[in-house]
């Protein structure tokens, strides 16, 4: 019992390169589509070509007959069986949730939307059948676009009598958070500032890069479906309440998943339809979409109008910001699609002491793709507003950017402070954030070679975009979910196993599809535990394995399942003290842990935790009142959310001629708390960097009058690869605002590139040309809205209208796009 | 993604591709690097029946000097076209136009034959083949022909190129110490360019050969642009004013990119840059 283990130095902080990369990189893994069960049948999809319609019959004779199909079933074949598409976040009692089946046997309210199911030996035997299937639909008119939706002349869903689904509202004079947000708003017009805009969050589509895909085994006592997705957990429960089968014959397993970014944060009716053929066939089955059906099927993100009123006094300290939203469901109010919009209800004050607040969310339905989160998920859109609006005061009272921030944010003295919105922020430190950043970014350099440009009238003018933003993530304290009618908790589980030989087992209820949980939770146990890195494994993803968990989205595995870790590591440690103290017969008052060892104080006298493993395993001599074994697991709820914060900016050349936008220097400073692995950190930013500023200046999906995808391929719909982009200058505070609600400090990272990073970049673009009149350019800055922007008043550009979105005198509210929202 | 189903033929000679091209009509369709028909079939937007696929033909492949002219090989890669000193020496124009071409992937597979003679016109090589005179010769079951580029590009996706002929060679009249500049505009760098503009000028400025891209429904020369410059010196004023007629003639499509009169104004401007760059001011 003096085995010496060597301990590496501390794994927490180190740049630990991802094990799970090698596998993932290559592919030689185990993603769905790998999946190849004996006499497995394949699907395809037929799809609705129609935004709305009737479908009047399905002949599927010729699909039938063809080589090799086994079976052509469409939604008149299925009862209940088929199950239901959940929505688990109602928002108000009186929401309108329009009747959601995984094949309408009746009526299609998207293009895309599926209404048959070809089964067939082979993947492309199922395609070809798919072709021959006769659909004959009756075309209904069908609603595009938000403000033709709030009109209610044309209904997605006639059943439902209006597309208003829900009116969700906060205001802090209600709520006893602040003051009266039209008090405020009356008051600034007489003796001070108020900013009106409309702002458009034009639609995204997620766009991960494995495409979804699902096999289902239902041979065997128990029904396996392995899925493509980010909520194993959530998806074993959904298919259980909605088609019968009892949670406890339900296994569902996320094996490798590349990439989500929320995307994958959803039921789909493709794993429900996968579902009802296996059970019905009783064959192992597996559908891959392709990209084309990706793109068209699979939910999309953002899509509001974002009307805001922001009262100031003449100096710029704000008084108060009134919002008012209106946010595109799609056909259907999808799983958390309706919340969306609210989780950004409690971030639109951001980093800032507004004095009062009002926040008006009204949800509608329309005949296009279904939308639900994406990457930061409501509060990219707040923040956008927030920050644009902040330039735009910044403007109107003739200061720098960043000091009409420090006039209104919360100084770091003012930590814990309970912001407008009812949240209590427990730490940060906006000052120290901005200062590393501005010096880093050569701030004043770029000022003054800004202002030499704009005095010599270069072609191309230099513009500096300021975002300084935070965000509540770690989702959540059950209770707060609770009292926003959410349909499930927020807490998280994890169990540490020790094995005989050693090595330790960690399972986690977080599901990891590219975040590098492997990686960075092997660093947690090995710190804590005093075991090596390379001795740890992290299971996830498979619910027979971790049997308690909630899944991967809203910057949570570390910060909720990281938190669980330790809980359950720390159990372990108290279970193993028993046993040594037994086995080294001393006192458990005598014995200190560290580096993965029990040792008795002032003894040469030890044991490794690995040979109280082997103990456990042997069983040949431990305590009388001691249950055999050192295992233990933990749930987590979290008490509060964490706020991550961060100062980005922003340097953008405009080509005054063309209207072409290049990025010249990106530096942000984010207050993340500890850091677990920096690598992962950098790699999380820049990543959540690329995705924001691709809202900003790429990304944008447009349906067309009848409701048809327009960007139904990577042709139109503009990604971004690395020859489009910099190299960021990714920065953290020298003395982070440590997360005081968890053990390790830790704050979320997951969206906040991506919720920081799309205001940074406009206010770049509108500071570069607001000295030629242009005080907005709807996103995403085209080079032609750009230019037209540039050349509204001076002739050169006759038709501006999809540039200057927004407010004039004396006609509030006025969409130029004539309600097709995503412009064009 | 999966193609509907077809038959596949890889024939060694030109005659045996003209073979069975005859026999199989308008069922089949020719591949060449296959960069822009393999995506269509696994979209699904076209299912011809036979596949001929030319990558087995060697005598397609290469670049020589003919006198006064450089020929390229249908099959050419547009890297090993981007490559070569005899296209850098006597028509730099294409050397960087083609080294534009999407991304080094394509450029690795795609032809130079197989890009003209889908005429895309936002293709990238249309243009500078235009403004360069270059020479299309097409093998049909009667044998050979020469067209003029005038003449080979007809319409969206179609050139003079018949169902039962071949483009077989690209003969560029020799532009020896031309400048060139190809000066493509996009969103991102794998777009297909919302407008380009070839341009290529000897001396500074005795004569000017000014190509479009995507300004209509095939290439098109900026003619009066170039009436404009021959003769012209090559300040950054007089260039510039002859530039306002790059859009004279010039039908653009409006799409999520631009507008008509976005991309005339886009012409005028970057042809104005091309030309500059081209004349090295």
């Given at each position: 019992m003096t085995a010496t283990q060597e301990r590496p130095a501390a794994e927490i902080g180190k740049d630990r390169r991802r094990k799970e990369d090698q596998r993932l990189i290559t592919g030689r893994t185990r993603w769905t589509d790998n999946i190849t069960l004996p006499g497995m049948l394949h699907l395809a999809m037929v799809r609705s070509p129609f935004a709305h319609a009737a479908i009047t019959s399905i002949d599927v004779e010729a699909a039938k007959a063809a080589t090799n199909v086994v079976a052509v079933l469409t939604?008149?074949?299925?009862?209940?069986?088929?199950?239901a598409c959940i929505n688990a976040w109602p928002i108000t009692p009186d929401q309108k949730t329009p009747p959601h089946s995984p094949m309408p046997a009746d009526r299609v309210a998207f293009a895309g939307e599926i209404v048959a199911v070809v089964v067939a030996r082979s993947a492309a035997e199922a395609r070809d059948a798919a072709e021959l299937v006769d659909v004959e639909y009756d075309e209904q008119p069908a609603v595009l676009g938000i403000k033709n939706a709030l009109e209610d002349s044309v209904l997605a869903h006639p059943d439902l009598g209006t597309n208003k689904s829900a009116l969700w509202v906060f205001d802090s004079s209600e709520a006893g958070t602040g003051g009266d947000v039209e008090a405020a708003i009356q008051q600034a017009r007489t003796d001070g500032i108020v900013i009106e805009r409309e702002y458009r969050q034009q639609r995204l589509i997620p766009a991960f890069m494995e495409p979804r895909s699902v096999v289902v085994d239902p041979t065997g006592e128990q029904l396996t479906m392995w899925s493509a997705t980010q909520i194993p957990h959530i998806l074993r429960f959904a298919l259980a309440a909605t088609t019968g089968v009892p949670e406890s014959k339900i296994r569902v397993i996320a094996p490798d998943v590349g990439g989500g970014f929320g995307g994958k944060l959803q039921t789909t009716p493709e794993e429900w339809i996968a579902w009802a053929v296996a059970r019905r066939l009783s064959k192992p089955v597996k559908y891959t979409e392709t990209r084309s059906e990706s793109l068209v099927s699979a939910h999309h993100g953002r899509d509001q109008v974002q009307t805001l009123s922001l009262a100031a006094d003449k100096d710029g300290k704000v008084t108060g910001l009134k919002v008012h939203l209106d946010a595109d469901l799609g056909a259907y109010v999808s799983l958390v699609g309706g919340g969306i919009p609210v989780l950004g209800a409690f971030m639109f004050n951001a980093i800032y002491k507004f004095p009062s607040y009002r926040f008006e969310c009204q949800t509608v339905l329309t005949n296009s793709t279904w939308t639900d989160a994406y990457r930061g998920a409501g509060r990219p859109e707040a923040t956008y507003a927030v920050e644009r609006l902040m330039d735009e005061l910044a403007a109107e009272v003739g200061v720098d950017p960043l000091v009409i921030r420090e006039r209104n944010w919360i100084t770091h003295e003012e930590f814990p402070f309970t912001t407008v919105a009812g949240l209590e922020y427990d730490s940060g430190n906006y000052e120290a954030a901005t200062a590393r950043a501005k010096e880093v970014f050569g701030y004043d350099a770029l000022r003054a070679e800004q202002g030499e440009r704009r005095a010599r009238g270069d072609r191309v003018q230099l513009g500096i975009g300021v975002s300084t933003f935070t965000e509540m993530c770690g989702l959540a304290p059950s209770r707060v979910l609770g009292s926003l009618d959410?349909?499930?908790?927020?807490w998280e589980h994890a169990s540490v196993r020790l094995l005989a030989t050693g090595k330790v087992e960690v399972v986690t209820g977080t599901s990891a599809h590219g975040q590098g949980h492997e990686t960075a939770f092997s660093q947690i146990v090995a710190d804590r535990l005093g075991v090596p890195f390379e001795d740890v494994e992290v299971l996830h993803g498979d619910t027979q394995v971790a049997h308690r968990g909630l899944d991967?989205?809203?910057?949570?595995?570390?910060?909720v399942g990281g938190e669980a870790l330790v809980q359950a590591v720390d159990k372990v440690i108290d279970k193993a003290r028993h046993l040594a103290s037994h086995l080294l017969e001393a006192s458990q008052d005598d014995l200190d842990y560290g580096g993965g060892r029990f040792t008795v104080r002032g003894t040469d006298q030890g044991i490794a935790i690995q040979e109280l493993a082997t103990a456990t395993f042997t069983g040949h001599n431990y305590p009388e009142d001691m249950e055999l074994s050192i295992d233990a697991e933990a749930t987590y709820d979290p008490v509060n959310f964490n706020y991550p914060h961060g100062t980005h900016l922003c340097a953008m050349e405009v080509?005054?001629?063309?209207?072409a936008v290049t990025m010249r220097k990106y530096t942000c400073c984010d207050d993340i708390g500890n850091i677990i692995n920096p690598l992962i950190v950098a790699g999380q930013v820049h990543g959540g960097l690329v995705q924001g500023i691709a809202q900003a200046l790429w990304e944008e999906a447009v349906h067309d009058d009848a409701g048809t995808l327009v960007t139904g391929s990577f042709v139109d719909y503009l990604l971004p690869t690395s020859a489009d982009t910099i190299s960021f200058d990714v920065l953290h505070t020298e003395e982070p605002s440590v997360?005081?609600?968890?053990?390790?400090g830790t704050k979320g990272v997951g969206e906040a590139g991506t919720i920081a990073s799309t205001p940074a970049v406009v206010n770049a673009v509108v500071d570069a040309v607001r000295h030629l009149g242009v005080d907005d350019i709807q996103m995403p800055c085209t080079p032609e809205r750009v230019w037209r922007a540039i050349h509204a008043h001076d002739g050169d550009a006759p038709t501006p209208e999809s540039a200057m979105p927004h407010f004039e005198e004396d006609a509030p509210n006025q969409d130029p796009t004539a309600g097709q929202g995503a412009g064009q | 993604m999966i193609p509907v189903k077809f038959d596949y033929l890889a024939p060694t000679s030109v005659e045996e591709a003209l073979a069975a091209l005859g026999e199989h009509g308008d069922e089949a369709k020719i591949m060449a690097g296959g960069q822009s028909l393999l995506p269509v079939l696994r979209m699904r937007l076209n299912a011809p029946e036979v596949v001929i696929d030319l990558g087995g033909i060697d005598s397609l492949r290469g670049i020589r000097d003919d006198g006064d002219a450089i020929v390229i090989g249908a099959m050419t890669t547009h890297h090993d076209v981007r490559e070569h000193a005899l296209v850098r020496e006597h028509a730099l124009l294409i050397s960087k136009a083609v080294a534009e071409v999407a991304d080094s992937q394509i450029r690795h597979r795609g032809t130079f034959g197989g890009a003209l003679a889908h005429a895309d016109p936002a293709g990238d090589l249309g243009a500078p083949a235009l403004a360069l005179g270059a020479q299309f010769v097409i093998a049909g079951p009667g044998g050979s022909r020469t067209v003029e580029a005038d003449d080979f590009f007809v319409d969206l996706f179609e050139t003079a190129i018949g169902e039962d002929e071949i483009l077989t060679e690209v003969r560029i009249p020799k532009h020896t110490g031309w400048g060139a500049h190809y000066e493509k505009f996009v969103?991102?760098?794998?777009?297909?360019?919302?407008v380009a503009v070839a341009a290529t000028v000897r001396g500074s400025i005795d004569e000017a050969r000014v190509g479009l891209t995507n300004m209509g429904s095939t290439p098109l020369r900026a003619r009066a642009t170039e009436a404009a410059l021959a003769g012209a010196s090559a300040t950054e004023d007089g260039v510039r004013e002859a530039s306002q007629l790059a859009a004279e003639g010039t039908n653009p499509p409006t799409d999520l990119n631009g507008a008509s009169d976005y991309r005339k104004h886009l012409a005028r401007v970057l042809t104005g840059r091309a030309v500059l760059k081209a004349a090295g001011a």
């Amino acid at each position: 019992m003096t085995a010496t283990q060597e301990r590496p130095a501390a794994e927490i902080g180190k740049d630990r390169r991802r094990k799970e990369d090698q596998r993932l990189i290559t592919g030689r893994t185990r993603w769905t589509d790998n999946i190849t069960l004996p006499g497995m049948l394949h699907l395809a999809m037929v799809r609705s070509p129609f935004a709305h319609a009737a479908i009047t019959s399905i002949d599927v004779e010729a699909a039938k007959a063809a080589t090799n199909v086994v079976a052509v079933l469409t939604g008149r074949d299925f009862g209940d069986e088929l199950g239901a598409c959940i929505n688990a976040w109602p928002i108000t009692p009186d929401q309108k949730t329009p009747p959601h089946s995984p094949m309408p046997a009746d009526r299609v309210a998207f293009a895309g939307e599926i209404v048959a199911v070809v089964v067939a030996r082979s993947a492309a035997e199922a395609r070809d059948a798919a072709e021959l299937v006769d659909v004959e639909y009756d075309e209904q008119p069908a609603v595009l676009g938000i403000k033709n939706a709030l009109e209610d002349s044309v209904l997605a869903h006639p059943d439902l009598g209006t597309n208003k689904s829900a009116l969700w509202v906060f205001d802090s004079s209600e709520a006893g958070t602040g003051g009266d947000v039209e008090a405020a708003i009356q008051q600034a017009r007489t003796d001070g500032i108020v900013i009106e805009r409309e702002y458009r969050q034009q639609r995204l589509i997620p766009a991960f890069m494995e495409p979804r895909s699902v096999v289902v085994d239902p041979t065997g006592e128990q029904l396996t479906m392995w899925s493509a997705t980010q909520i194993p957990h959530i998806l074993r429960f959904a298919l259980a309440a909605t088609t019968g089968v009892p949670e406890s014959k339900i296994r569902v397993i996320a094996p490798d998943v590349g990439g989500g970014f929320g995307g994958k944060l959803q039921t789909t009716p493709e794993e429900w339809i996968a579902w009802a053929v296996a059970r019905r066939l009783s064959k192992p089955v597996k559908y891959t979409e392709t990209r084309s059906e990706s793109l068209v099927s699979a939910h999309h993100g953002r899509d509001q109008v974002q009307t805001l009123s922001l009262a100031a006094d003449k100096d710029g300290k704000v008084t108060g910001l009134k919002v008012h939203l209106d946010a595109d469901l799609g056909a259907y109010v999808s799983l958390v699609g309706g919340g969306i919009p609210v989780l950004g209800a409690f971030m639109f004050n951001a980093i800032y002491k507004f004095p009062s607040y009002r926040f008006e969310c009204q949800t509608v339905l329309t005949n296009s793709t279904w939308t639900d989160a994406y990457r930061g998920a409501g509060r990219p859109e707040a923040t956008y507003a927030v920050e644009r609006l902040m330039d735009e005061l910044a403007a109107e009272v003739g200061v720098d950017p960043l000091v009409i921030r420090e006039r209104n944010w919360i100084t770091h003295e003012e930590f814990p402070f309970t912001t407008v919105a009812g949240l209590e922020y427990d730490s940060g430190n906006y000052e120290a954030a901005t200062a590393r950043a501005k010096e880093v970014f050569g701030y004043d350099a770029l000022r003054a070679e800004q202002g030499e440009r704009r005095a010599r009238g270069d072609r191309v003018q230099l513009g500096i975009g300021v975002s300084t933003f935070t965000e509540m993530c770690g989702l959540a304290p059950s209770r707060v979910l609770g009292s926003l009618d959410y349909g499930a908790g927020g807490w998280e589980h994890a169990s540490v196993r020790l094995l005989a030989t050693g090595k330790v087992e960690v399972v986690t209820g977080t599901s990891a599809h590219g975040q590098g949980h492997e990686t960075a939770f092997s660093q947690i146990v090995a710190d804590r535990l005093g075991v090596p890195f390379e001795d740890v494994e992290v299971l996830h993803g498979d619910t027979q394995v971790a049997h308690r968990g909630l899944d991967t989205y809203g910057s949570r595995s570390l910060v909720v399942g990281g938190e669980a870790l330790v809980q359950a590591v720390d159990k372990v440690i108290d279970k193993a003290r028993h046993l040594a103290s037994h086995l080294l017969e001393a006192s458990q008052d005598d014995l200190d842990y560290g580096g993965g060892r029990f040792t008795v104080r002032g003894t040469d006298q030890g044991i490794a935790i690995q040979e109280l493993a082997t103990a456990t395993f042997t069983g040949h001599n431990y305590p009388e009142d001691m249950e055999l074994s050192i295992d233990a697991e933990a749930t987590y709820d979290p008490v509060n959310f964490n706020y991550p914060h961060g100062t980005h900016l922003c340097a953008m050349e405009v080509d005054t001629e063309t209207g072409a936008v290049t990025m010249r220097k990106y530096t942000c400073c984010d207050d993340i708390g500890n850091i677990i692995n920096p690598l992962i950190v950098a790699g999380q930013v820049h990543g959540g960097l690329v995705q924001g500023i691709a809202q900003a200046l790429w990304e944008e999906a447009v349906h067309d009058d009848a409701g048809t995808l327009v960007t139904g391929s990577f042709v139109d719909y503009l990604l971004p690869t690395s020859a489009d982009t910099i190299s960021f200058d990714v920065l953290h505070t020298e003395e982070p605002s440590v997360c005081t609600t968890n053990t390790l400090g830790t704050k979320g990272v997951g969206e906040a590139g991506t919720i920081a990073s799309t205001p940074a970049v406009v206010n770049a673009v509108v500071d570069a040309v607001r000295h030629l009149g242009v005080d907005d350019i709807q996103m995403p800055c085209t080079p032609e809205r750009v230019w037209r922007a540039i050349h509204a008043h001076d002739g050169d550009a006759p038709t501006p209208e999809s540039a200057m979105p927004h407010f004039e005198e004396d006609a509030p509210n006025q969409d130029p796009t004539a309600g097709q929202g995503a412009g064009q | 993604m999966i193609p509907v189903k077809f038959d596949y033929l890889a024939p060694t000679s030109v005659e045996e591709a003209l073979a069975a091209l005859g026999e199989h009509g308008d069922e089949a369709k020719i591949m060449a690097g296959g960069q822009s028909l393999l995506p269509v079939l696994r979209m699904r937007l076209n299912a011809p029946e036979v596949v001929i696929d030319l990558g087995g033909i060697d005598s397609l492949r290469g670049i020589r000097d003919d006198g006064d002219a450089i020929v390229i090989g249908a099959m050419t890669t547009h890297h090993d076209v981007r490559e070569h000193a005899l296209v850098r020496e006597h028509a730099l124009l294409i050397s960087k136009a083609v080294a534009e071409v999407a991304d080094s992937q394509i450029r690795h597979r795609g032809t130079f034959g197989g890009a003209l003679a889908h005429a895309d016109p936002a293709g990238d090589l249309g243009a500078p083949a235009l403004a360069l005179g270059a020479q299309f010769v097409i093998a049909g079951p009667g044998g050979s022909r020469t067209v003029e580029a005038d003449d080979f590009f007809v319409d969206l996706f179609e050139t003079a190129i018949g169902e039962d002929e071949i483009l077989t060679e690209v003969r560029i009249p020799k532009h020896t110490g031309w400048g060139a500049h190809y000066e493509k505009f996009v969103r991102v760098a794998h777009q297909w360019p919302i407008v380009a503009v070839a341009a290529t000028v000897r001396g500074s400025i005795d004569e000017a050969r000014v190509g479009l891209t995507n300004m209509g429904s095939t290439p098109l020369r900026a003619r009066a642009t170039e009436a404009a410059l021959a003769g012209a010196s090559a300040t950054e004023d007089g260039v510039r004013e002859a530039s306002q007629l790059a859009a004279e003639g010039t039908n653009p499509p409006t799409d999520l990119n631009g507008a008509s009169d976005y991309r005339k104004h886009l012409a005028r401007v970057l042809t104005g840059r091309a030309v500059l760059k081209a004349a090295g001011a």
